[in-house]
């Protein structure tokens, strides 16, 4: 019998820290419900002492799942930590992840706190959480630079004090494989009790190495691994789920353990992921890329036909890639709409949310042949702003755009009720858009990013559309889709306005595992 490897989730935390990745309550709940199809262990739902939001979306969360443990971070002070308790009750299984930096860097630099004072704070607070579950995970925040002696005394005295998952974070991508394996090793020999708790990585990229490490830390007796859906995440992102998984299960002569994950729900929820945040998954990425299974090259094309293992190590249907089609049109109705959005994860909150989509969906069938999976997706982000969200509103616009003319746009923008209108000029017809919805708002933001991807193939396909916004130290992305590019541009812009407007600061915490 092979161990259990325990799949941490942190895409709704970590995840979400990526800059302009922050998620709608409603899109939390869409992604930990996809998460909880693929059977992931741990769902890490956020932050509750972060913000009124992150609290509200946790505790929607831990309402919802039933089948995997719902977890909130924590830093080691009680307030954090009630925050957490409070977000989490209502999950059937619950988990609070704590944390407290141990490099002399951090504990010098930013705890100011001796490496005394440290290792109290780190017993009280799983004596706090623990009034709360008994299911208490420690991280000590960049253990990948902290001194090995100083991990052995902190996690004794944390095991002691009743912590059930030991988290060794690299939180700054510093260590390579052979290294961070030999860090494992010695702390599960070296800590008395070690046998009592499950040893977990939290690895970043930032050098490349978070899936090498995370996958070396296994292979040293690490039996949990924290990842993220393509992973998103701070700086350069965390080891990737789908990696991991896929790893471990496809070289399962060297891994002497195995997941539960439900593999065949990878591409979806790396789908899902990529259309809330307005993370693009590169062609070439592994597992979930567009590439990822594509052969150009005669040889390899003749080799797969010939047999398929001769390039490839797994197989597309394995992770999820198929070529579902919902094959409805305008003449289709409410049930069986109803009925492939529930194959696909997606569960509307109400009749009048599933009115609203539907109506949606009955007007894109009328401009494209066919219905992808991926528009639906993009069809229910559209509809995620409600109206008392949405403080900005694209009522009409008109554009011209024509050789050897300069393009013109026309719009008219609802702005809390009332109706403005606007025209300006510019260097191409969404840039002529995008200036006229600013003479109407004069938002005063800076645009940082400007995105299309074709959700589906074809010349009718709906373009997707990423605007990433930034006013006052706050970013945002916004999303919008529409088989006219620059309708869809005109709606993630306001998108991203719309989240500006109604958004509220979060605490910046004192630190990252």
Known sequence: MKDRLVIFD????????????????????????QLEKMRVDVIEAGFAAASPGDFEAIRAIAESIKESTVCSLARANAQDIERAGEAIRPAPKKRIHTFIATSPIHMEKKLRMTPDAVVEQAVKAIGWARQYTDDVEFSAEDAGRSELDFLCRIFEKVIAAGATTINVPDTVGYNFPSQFAETIRQLIERVPNSDKVVWSVHCHNDLGLAVANSLAAVLAGARQVECTINGLGERAGNAALEEIVMAVRTRADIFPVETRIETTQIVPASKLVSQITGYPVQPNKAIVGANAFAHESGI????VLKHRETYEIMRAEDVGWTQNKLVLGKHSGRNAFKSRLAELGIVLESEEALNAAFARFKELADKKHEIFDEDLHALISDEAVTPAQEHYKLNYSQVCSETGEVPHARVTLSIGGQESKAEADGSGPVDATFK??????????????????????????????????????????????????????????????????????????????
């Open 10 to 33: 942190t895409t709704l935390r970590d995840g979400e820290q990526s800059p302009g990745a922050s998620m709608t309550k409603e899109e939390k709940l869409r992604v930990a419900r």
């Open 300 to 303: 390899h094309q003749d080799g």
């Open 436 to 513: 006229a919805i600013e003479q109407v708002v004069q938002s005063g933001s800076e645009l940082l990013l400007y995105s299309v991807n074709a959700i589906t193939t074809g010349t009718d396909a709906q373009g997707e559309v990423t605007v990433r916004l930034a006013k006052g130290g706050r970013v945002v992305n916004g999303q919008g889709a529409d088989t006219d590019i620059v309708v869809a541009s005109a709606k993630a812009y306001l998108n991203a306005l719309n989240k500006l407007y109604s958004c509220q600061a979060k605490v910046n915490p004192q630190g990252d595992v």
